[in-house]
């Protein structure tokens, strides 16, 4: 029977790995037996001890910078299993605005890196998933698509494009042994949401959850997980929200 979570040995490529819910989701990977490789443009805030995780750099909104990414992996362990395009301008987007305020620069670079990075990123590992016969790919979307957040226009977006993207590829490349699907997470709380939100407007959201608790990367972690594993391999194009039941799909 397979298992639940992504199988031990499986390579998996985390965008955005560097902190926050891409550390976890890297973390959680390696424990079960994954060997991560944790992609970022930014040096790691963190440490993975005995696990199998390696730190790279990428640039997702950067066509080159994702091939010598994919390259450097292929050398290194020859092949990629999965694929989590976790990367994005979140913290950096900064105080949420009306949307009449956004300037085409906030725009343009929102949706270069959250949306074309996810595009670039299922382009690049494309031709290795194919080679192998089998690939996983998990983006990560956003619940704010499906709640309708106000004041962050270019971001919630952005993320409705990488559901929109998540279903018309898993349509192209189920043939090729290819899933992808997208995981929509609810207001996780991590150094980010903490710098965009105040305490008044997280526990606002936790109690209104049908799980009336606060949201941590780790809930995030075995879902993705699954995500990876050959047992999901019939759940494709699918987007995932997951946040305690607040917003139903
Ligand atoms: N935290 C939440 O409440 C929440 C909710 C829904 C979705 N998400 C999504 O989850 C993901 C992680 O969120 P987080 O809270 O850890 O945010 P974060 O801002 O702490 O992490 C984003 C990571 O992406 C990296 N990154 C940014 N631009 C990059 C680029 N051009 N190339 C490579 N890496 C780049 C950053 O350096 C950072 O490590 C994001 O996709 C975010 O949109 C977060």
């Known amino acids: 029977m397979d298992q639940a979570g992504v199988e031990p040995g499986t390579v998996v490529v985390v965008t955005g790995g560097a902190r926050g819910i891409g550390a976890e989701l890297s973390r959680h990977l390696a424990a079960e037996g994954a060997v991560v490789v944790a992609a970022d443009v930014v040096d790691p805030e963190w440490d993975a001890g005995d696990l199998a995780v390696t730190h790279e750099r990428v640039d997702v909104s ?18 990629i299993g999965a694929l989590v395009n976790n990367a994005a301008i979140y913290q950096g987007l900064g105080a949420k605005r009306h949307f009449t305020e956004l300037t085409v620069e906030e725009w343009d670079r929102v949706l270069a890196v959250n949306t074309r990075g996810v595009w670039l990123g299922m ?31 270019h971001y919630t977006a952005s993320k409705g494009a990488v559901i929109a993207l998540t279903r018309s590829i898993a349509r192209e490349v189920g043939q090729d042994g290819i899933t992808v699907n997208a995981i929509a997470p609810g207001l996780v709380e991590t150094e980010a949401t903490r710098s965009l939100n105040d305490d008044e407007y997280l526990a606002a959201a936790a ?15 075995p879902v993705v997980s699954f995500l990876c594993s050959r047992g999901s391999g019939f759940v494709t194009g699918q987007t995932l929200i997951v946040d305690g039941g607040l917003a139903f799909s």
């Open 123 to 153: 382009r690049a590992v494309h031709p290795v998933m194919k080679a192998q016969g089998w690939g996983r790919v998990v983006n990560i979307a956003s619940s704010t698509v499906h709640m309708g957040v106000p004041h962050f226009a």
């Open 62 to 79: 950067d066509e080159a910078s994702w091939q010598r990414l994919v390259d450097a992996v292929v050398d290194r362990h020859g092949r």
């Open 207 to 221: 109690v209104r959850r049908a799980i009336p608790r606060a949201q941590e990367p780790g809930d995030l972690a």
